[in-house]
C-alpha cells in the first residue's frame, strides 16, 4: 500500500500581483477576520491594492513646496492646483493618469472599484469632502502615481479642528505607497506638534521614508550647514531610530537658482532622489510583498493577543472588571506572548493605542485560538513568499527597462546637460582633441626620468610613480587595466599620460568609468581598438 502524501502541493501563480492576491484572501484574510485586524489596524486590502501603480505620498508643512515639487516632476500643471505662501492646498489629491483632463470627488472615488481607495470610505464625509482625484495624460503618470496632501499647520493654526483624523489617514496611505517624502523648507525648520504626531504616525514605514530640504537655493552655503545640521539633530528627537534618514538637499522647481554657489550639490541630489523615483516601478512587486509580510507578522501577534484575552476572561460573572485589569496589564501580556511564540517585541502594536482600542470592544465576543488559521499563514510566510520573491526576480529580468520617464525625468538623461557630463572621465568627449593631450607635456617629463626601453616603461617602473598618488591598490590596479591598451604588461607615453589623466580624475572625486570610454583612447591606438 501506498502512504498518503500528506504535503499539499504548491499553488501554481500566473504572476506576482495574482499570487499575492490570492495568498492574502485564501490564507490571510481569515486570520485578520477572526481576530479584528481590521478593527484594530487596517482595513482588508482589495484587488486594486494589488494592481495599482506605485504611489508617492508627499508630506510637509504648508508653503513648503509639495504642489510645486509635483509640477516640477510633471512639468504641467495638474487640474484643482493651488500655489501660493499660505496654506492652499487644503485637500488630498490623488494626481494619476488618465485619458482626459478632469476631477473626480472623494464621494465618487471611493466607490470606484478599480481605485485603490475604497476602504478611505471610513474616515467619513469631512474627509471625503476634502479628498479629490486629478486625472491628466502625462507620461510620469503613466509609471507612478502622487498624492498631494494639505499643508501641515503649526501655531494657532493647528489647533482648529480638520474633523477628520488628518494623522490616521495619513497612516492609511503610508501602508499603502511605495514612498513618503517629507518636505522641509530652509527657511522654517520648526517641526510643529501636527507635524511630529504625523511623523510618528509613519514610524513602521522609515524604509519608505526619504526627507527633502527644499528652497536650499534661498540661502548661502553657510547658513545651509547650519539649517542641515538643524534638521538632522530635530529629525532624530522625533523619529528615534540609529540610522540617519536620507536627506535630500535642493531646490525643487524650475526657476534660476538665487544663490548659485550650491549648483553642483543640488543637480548630484535631484539626480540621486529621480533615481530613487524611478526604481519604484522596477522595485513595486517587491514593495507589496514586504508590506504583506509585514501585515502577516502583525495579523499573528492580534491572533495571539485577541485569543490570549479571550482566554482569561471569565464565562459568567465579573466581567467588566476583569476586562479593565487585562487592559492595565496588556503589556504583561505583550511580554508572556513574546516569550512563549518567540516573536521580536518589534512585532507588537503600539501598547497605548492597543489599550485604547480594547476599551471599546466585548471581549466575549473574541474568538478562541485556532491554529489551523496560524498554520495556513505560517505556511505562507515559509513557502509561498519564497517562491513569488524567485517570480519578482524573474519578472525584473523580464522587463529591465521599468522606470518613471517625461517631465523634469528626461531633462537629465542625456545631452550636454545630463548629470556629470563633460565632468571627470567625460571630460573632453565632445572635443576633437585628445583631452589627455592638454597635460601630456608634463606627463612626459616624469616619463623619459623613467628610463624607458624602446619607448616603453615597465610596470614595476611604473607603479612606483603611481603609488606617489596614495591612491589604494585596488584603484591604481584599475587605472593600470584601463590605461594599458594594447595589454602588453607595458606603458608607452601616450598610455603613461592617460594612467596619469585617469589618477587626476579619480583624485578630484569622480568615479572611473567600467571600460575605457572612446574619447580616451591615445590617437595612435583607435584604430587597433574599435577593430577589436
Known amino acids: 500500500m501506498f502512504r498518503k502524501n500528506l504535503k499539499k502541493d504548491p499553488e501554481l501563480f500566473q504572476n506576482v500581483s495574482e499570487g499575492l492576491r490570492r495568498l492574502y484572501r485564501t490564507k490571510l484574510f481569515p486570520l485578520e477576520d477572526t481576530y479584528r485586524f481590521h478593527d484594530f489596524h487596517s482595513p482588508a486590502l482589495e484587488d486594486a491594492d494589488f494592481d495599482n501603480k506605485p504611489m508617492v505620498l508627499l508630506v510637509g508643512q504648508y508653503s513648503t513646496g509639495k504642489t510645486t515639487f509635483i509640477r516640477h516632476l510633471m512639468e504641467q500643471d495638474f487640474p484643482g492646483m493651488r500655489i501660493g505662501p499660505e496654506p492652499t492646498t487644503d485637500s488630498f489629491i490623488a494626481v494619476m493618469h488618465g485619458e482626459q483632463d478632469g476631477v473626480i470627488p472623494g464621494n465618487a472615488l471611493v466607490v470606484d472599484p478599480k481605485k485603490p481607495f475604497r476602504k478611505l470610505n471610513a474616515f467619513g464625509n469631512a474627509f471625503l469632502n476634502r479628498f479629490m482625484c486629478a486625472q491628466m495624460p502625462n507620461p510620469v503618470l503613466e509609471s507612478i502615481s502622487i498624492i498631494d496632501t494639505p499643508g501641515i499647520l503649526s501655531g494657532e493654526k493647528q489647533r482648529i479642528s480638520r474633523g477628520y483624523d488628518f494623522a490616521a489617514v495619513l497612516e492609511w496611505f503610508a501602508e499603502r505607497v511605495d514612498r513618503i517624502i517629507l518636505l522641509f523648507d530652509a527657511h522654517k525648520l520648526d517641526i510643529s506638534d501636527e507635524f511630529s504626531e504625523v511623523i510618528r504616525a509613519l514610524k513602521n514605514h522609515e524604509d519608505k521614508m526619504r526627507v527633502v530640504l527644499n528652497k536650499a537655493d534661498q540661502i548661502s552655503t553657510q547658513q545651509l550647514m547650519r539649517v542641515y545640521g538643524a534638521l538632522m539633530w530635530s529629525l532624530g528627537k522625533i523619529i528615534n531610530t540609529p540610522e540617519v534618514v536620507r536627506v535630500y538637499i535642493g531646490s525643487f522647481w524650475a526657476q534660476p537658482l538665487l544663490v548659485p554657489d550650491n549648483r553642483k550639490l543640488f543637480e548630484a541630489e535631484e539626480q540621486d532622489l529621480f533615481l530613487d523615483i524611478q526604481s519604484l516601478p522596477r522595485n513595486a512587486a517587491l514593495r507589496k ?23 482569561e476572561m471569565p464565562s459568567m460573572f465579573g466581567k467588566d472588571s476583569k476586562k479593565k485589569e487585562l487592559i492595565s496589564n496588556l503589556g504583561e501580556i505583550y511580554h508572556r506572548i513574546e516569550k512563549e511564540h518567540q516573536i521580536s ?24 485560538l485556532k491554529p489551523k488559521l496560524l498554520e495556513a499563514v505560517e505556511d505562507m510566510l515559509a513557502n ?24 523634469a525625468f528626461e531633462g537629465t538623461m542625456s545631452g550636454p546637460f545630463g548629470h556629470g557630463y563633460g565632468e571627470g572621465a567625460s571630460e573632453g568627449i565632445d572635443e576633437l582633441e585628445w583631452v589627455v593631450g592638454r597635460d601630456k607635456p608634463s606627463y612626459d ?66 568615479e572611473l568609468p567600467p571600460t575605457l570610454p572612446e574619447h580616451l583612447v591615445p590617437p595612435s591606438k583607435r584604430g587597433t581598438v574599435m577593430q577589436e
Do not use: C
Request: no cysteine; hydrophobic share 45%; net charge positive.
Open 289 to 311: 510583498l514586504n508590506d504583506l509580510i509585514k501585515r502577516a507578522r502583525l495579523a499573528k501577534v492580534q491572533a495571539y493577543i485577541i485569543s490570549s484575552l479571550k482566554k
Open 345 to 368: 517585541p518589534g512585532d507588537f502594536p503600539n501598547l497605548a493605542k492597543m489599550q485604547e482600542l480594547l476599551n471599546g470592544q466585548d471581549f466575549s465576543k473574541f474568538a478562541a
Open 384 to 407: 509561498d513568499i519564497a517562491r513569488l520573491m524567485a517570480m519578482v526576480r524573474q519578472e525584473e529580468a523580464a522587463m529591465p527597462s521599468q522606470s518613471v520617464k517625461g517631465g
Open 445 to 510: 617629463e616624469i616619463f623619459y626620468t623613467l628610463s624607458p626601453i624602446n619607448g616603453k616603461v615597465s610596470g614595476a617602473a611604473a607603479k612606483k610613480e603611481m603609488l606617489k598618488s596614495k591612491l589604494p591598490n585596488t584603484v591604481l590596479g584599475k587605472i593600470w587595466k584601463l590605461a594599458d591598451v594594447d595589454k602588453d604588461g607595458l606603458l608607452d607615453d601616450e598610455e603613461f599620460a592617460l594612467a596619469n589623466h585617469l589618477i587626476k580624475v579619480k583624485l578630484e572625486g569622480h
